[in-house]
């Protein structure tokens, strides 16, 4: 089954590209690698939740917002080579605005990779890094990034 009717079949639909915010583009080819820019939680063109995890937001909610993160760089590959061009997934590398005393990031990053799962299945089996920082740019709580690989 193709990547794009998994999603449908998850009831899922990949939003609209998200706009830039710096001096940068949502995705890059190099060979059969497609690598995104970070991705935030952004819904219908807005920032669908601030602050930091541990804090104000719950590792809950923080996973669910790493699924839209996913979502959002799916659809910057799908712009890009269209996303049914996805052999697999290589890297995800997930950034967690965290309190100081949040030590969950894996299961904030869970959110982002049991996406990915559910969508390429055992081409979804990836690498990754789940990092804890000070603050993301928006005040968002999650940011992710894909590397994935394409056919030629």
């Given at each position: 089954?193709?990547?794009?009717?998994?999603?449908?079949?998850?009831?899922?639909?990949?939003?609209?590209?998200?706009?830039?915010?710096?001096a940068y583009i949502p995705a890059r080819r190099s060979g059969n690698l497609v690598?995104?820019?970070?991705?935030?939680?952004?819904?219908?063109?807005?920032?669908?939740?601030?602050?930091?995890?541990?804090?104000?937001?719950s590792a809950e909610q923080a996973y669910d917002l790493a699924r839209i993160c996913t979502l959002n760089a799916l659809a910057a590959i799908?712009?890009?080579?269209?996303?049914?061009?996805?052999?697999?997934?290589?890297?995800?590398?997930?950034?967690?605005?965290?309190?100081?005393?949040?030590?969950?990031?894996?299961?904030?990053?869970?959110?982002?990779?049991?996406?990915?799962?559910?969508?390429?299945?055992?081409?979804?089996?990836?690498?990754?890094?789940?990092?804890?920082?000070?603050?993301?740019?928006?005040?968002?709580?999650?940011?992710?990034?894909?590397?994935?690989?394409?056919?030629?």
């Open positions: 089954m193709s990547a794009l009717a998994r999603l449908k079949e998850l009831g899922l639909a990949l939003p609209a590209v998200a706009a830039p915010a710096g690598f995104t820019a970070g991705q935030v939680p952004f819904v219908d063109g807005k920032v669908a939740a601030t602050g930091k995890v541990g804090d104000t937001v799908d712009g890009l080579v269209g996303l049914d061009a996805v052999t697999g997934v290589v890297k995800v590398v997930g950034f967690v605005a965290s309190d100081p005393a949040f030590t969950g990031q894996p299961g904030v990053v869970n959110g982002a990779s049991d996406l990915l799962g559910e969508v390429f299945g055992e081409a979804g089996a990836h690498a990754r890094s789940a990092v804890g920082v000070a603050v993301l740019p928006l005040d968002v709580p999650v940011e992710v990034e894909l590397t994935v690989e394409v056919g030629s």
